[in-house]
């Protein structure tokens, strides 16, 4: 059954360095986003991408941040400088279609550590 | 905009009781609710969804949920849990569609409930 693949499935990195989390979308998807979730938080939107460019950000996707869908598979996430609270859990997802039936596919899930 | 509460961070039941994970919802659109589970050290898994139609929806591992619009409640339910039920389970809502449609994947997710199964 076709999946979504996130690599690392950990990351440990240093306060101020740059990081880049990874996601494989499911080959015939169009729609893609990144979630992140807090230890002992909700599951929090922060983007999504289509047609190779952002369609949507929350608050929480400042100029930090940037995605990136260098070729035709990978999907990126890039933090620039990271802090101490972006440490989370970060989730890869996309959908095939714009339809009402459609379901989102997730990733298993980038563990941040910022130390 | 949309809310998700889902209530009681963990529900804590015994091997073949019954499972009620709770989940209420606000939105100033007609919802499309989801019910999602995440094993340990694993991704996001669809349980159900309700998008129209049938109220009550069946999902995999035998779980329904029913949509309620009088009380915008989307309730978790398995008549009998197994040893393997034990995850973390996700209510969540989505909105209308957006212009460019990628709204359909944008969800409001609850806090999450811990489910525990006791042998």
């Known amino acids: 059954e076709p999946e979504v693949t996130q690599t690392p499935s950990h990351q440990v990195t240093q306060m101020g360095q740059e990081v880049i989390l990874r996601c494989v979308p499911i080959s015939n998807h169009l729609y893609f986003y990144w979630y992140r979730q807090i230890l002992g938080q909700k599951v929090e939107f922060l983007v999504s991408?289509?047609?190779?460019?952002?369609?949507?950000k929350s608050e929480i996707f400042d100029d930090q941040f940037s995605v990136e869908r260098p070729d035709g598979s990978n999907f990126t996430l890039k933090i620039r400088s990271t802090k101490l609270e972006d440490s989370a859990m970060y989730f890869c997802?996309?959908?095939?279609?714009?339809?009402?039936?459609?379901?989102?596919?997730f990733g298993q899930g980038t563990r941040l550590t910022v130390v | 905009a949309q809310s998700v509460t889902q209530l009681g961070s963990h529900v804590s039941v015994s091997e073949g009781a019954l499972v009620l994970l709770r989940c209420n919802y606000s939105s100033s659109v007609p919802p499309y609710l989801f019910w999602y589970v995440q094993y340990p050290n694993q991704g996001l898994q669809l349980l159900l969804k309700?998008?129209?139609?049938?109220?009550l929806v069946k999902g995999i591992n035998g779980f329904e949920a029913e949509f309620k619009k009088s009380e915008t409640s989307f309730h978790l339910t398995k008549p009998s849990a197994h040893m393997s039920d034990a995850a973390e389970y996700f209510c969540a809502v989505r909105g209308g569609p957006n212009a460019g449609g990628t709204s359909y994947g944008k969800l409001t997710f609850g806090q999450g409930t811990i489910l525990t199964v006791h042998p």
């Open positions: 997802a996309s959908i095939r279609t714009a339809h009402l039936n459609t379901e989102a596919f």
């Open positions: 309700y998008t129209t139609g049938a109220t």
């Open positions: 991408f289509y047609n190779n460019e952002i369609s949507e």
